[in-house]
């Protein structure tokens, strides 16, 4: 059952990574898993490649907490695969109901977030410093260019580290760079070669990154949960579901501007977000077992 609840988490975050302004990142911190990925992604290091070389395959599985991480990867490639072309049609067509979708997410979890911290004017000082940085990186303005064959590399080296933090996502960073598009389009047309030298980029960005954020953790662990929990608040602005580029509008102003609001079906999906929030916070209990949320792990953590 626990391996179930690995790879449905998987892909909550594989869905939050496909919409530009929600991250996968977010996910895991929302749902006590993101210090366990920190410490399974940093673990792929020199003593797994020295293990793999001596042909100890299940002490080098171990190591890296291969079980965990491949079926919590799983999800994500599956959720991103399944539903990159859904999510483009709703960005595209209707979007209001699928922001409202994501808004409800963040915000049902938002009071477990808070509650995880324990305060101090330093660690306050942190969490408006986090807002302050999530608001600047939203209201960066989208680019559109055709690139390079190697800005494929560069771009998943950035985007995977924006994705694995929580409230800044590795979608807008594509988008407002300019290659949300072409890494859509290699996507949905399975351009392999691209594909391939993409995915290079993150895992690049991804083991070297990971390192810094688990370093952090572990030696100023309530800073940096106080921070990043100021940066999943800020990125809750990307999310408001009336909004067109970088404007934002009321109901009723999007009705005019686009022709109809969609606040009743905005309203229904916030709901229903919370409703899926809730169980996937409560995942461990419906499945058997005990819940991990972002307070208890942090528990869990500082006792360590």
Not at 32 to 39: D, T
Not at 52 to 78: K, M, P, S, Y
């Amino acid at each position: 059952m626990q391996y179930l609840q690995w790879i449905i988490k998987g892909m909550a975050m594989g869905a939050a990574d496909v919409v530009p302004g929600v991250s996968g990142g977010t996910l895991a911190f929302i749902l006590g898993i993101y210090e366990r990925l920190l410490g399974a992604i940093s673990s792929v290091n020199l003593t797994a490649l020295q293990l793999l070389l001596r042909g100890q395959w299940r002490a080098c599985w171990r190591h890296i907490d291969g079980t965990f991480l491949l079926c919590l990867f799983g999800g994500v490639l599956v959720s991103i695969f399944s539903l990159a072309t859904v999510i483009s049609w709703l960005l595209e067509h209707r979007p209001v109901p699928l922001w409202a979708f994501f808004n409800g997410l963040i915000l049902a979890a938002l009071p477990l977030l808070l509650r995880a911290v324990r305060w101090s004017a330093l660690r306050a000082l942190l969490f408006s410093v986090g807002i302050v940085l999530a608001l600047l990186v939203g209201m960066l303005a989208p680019v559109s260019f055709t690139p390079a064959t190697w800005m494929f590399f560069v771009a998943g080296a950035i985007a995977i580290c924006a994705m694995i933090l929580p409230g800044i996502s590795g979608s807008f960073i594509l988008l407002i760079s300019g290659m949300y598009a072409p890494v859509i389009l290699a996507v949905r047309e399975l351009q392999v070669g691209i594909l391939l030298l993409f995915v290079t980029g993150c895992v690049v960005g991804l083991l070297s990154f990971s390192r810094f954020l688990n370093w952090l953790l572990k030696h100023y662990h309530d800073a940096t949960l106080a921070l990043l929990t100021g940066v999943v608040v800020g990125a809750t602005y990307r999310l408001w579901p009336w909004q067109a580029g970088s404007a934002m509008y009321s109901p009723s102003s999007y009705a005019a501007q686009f022709g109809q609001h969609d606040l009743l079906l905005a309203i229904g999906c916030f709901l229903v977000a919370i409703f899926v929030m809730l169980a996937l916070l409560n995942l461990e209990k419906l499945l058997g077992g005990s819940a991990a949320t972002p307070e208890a792990a942090a528990t869990i953590s500082r006792k360590e």
